[in-house]
């Protein structure tokens, strides 16, 4: 029997407001079920999908912060991860004027 291998592709961002949302159409699921049981063809897939997701995030400067990863669902084990930007600091309301 051939060894089962899913990839999850995730992608999401914190957008000029500050608010946190999934991107459109993630997370997404690559199984080797799916590809004749080819494990190197889903995590293909897989990454090809994540480089794909971070190239438009490089043409987005609308964000606080961008962050894309794919991760190996049956060890929990993250194969890639990109973050670009950061999150705002907030400004302290006890702070001294």
Same mark, same amino acid.
């Given at each position: 029997?051939?060894?089962?291998?899913?990839?999850?592709?995730?992608?999401?961002?914190?957008?000029?407001?500050? +608010?946190?949302?999934?991107?459109?159409?993630?997370?997404?699921?690559?199984?080797?079920?799916?590809?004749?049981?080819? +494990?190197?063809?889903?995590?293909?897939?897989?990454? #090809?999908?994540?480089?794909?997701?971070?190239?438009?995030?490089?043409?987005?400067?609308?964000?606080?912060?961008?962050? #894309?990863?794919?991760?190996?669902?049956? +060890?929990?084990?993250?194969?890639?991860?990109?973050?670009?930007?950061?999150?705002?600091?907030?400004?302290?309301?006890?702070?001294?004027?």
């Amino acid at each position: 029997m051939a060894k089962r291998e899913i990839y999850l592709v995730q992608a999401s961002i914190i957008d000029a407001n500050g +608010t946190y949302s999934a991107l459109s159409g993630y997370p997404k699921l690559f199984d080797s079920k799916n590809y004749d049981n080819d +494990t190197e063809k889903a995590l293909n897939r897989a990454r #090809a999908d994540y480089h794909e997701v971070v190239g438009a995030f490089y043409k987005r400067d609308d964000r606080q912060l961008q962050y #894309a990863g794919i991760m190996h669902i049956n +060890t929990g084990a993250q194969i890639e991860a990109t973050v670009i930007g950061a999150v705002a600091d907030l400004p302290d309301p006890e702070a001294e004027e």
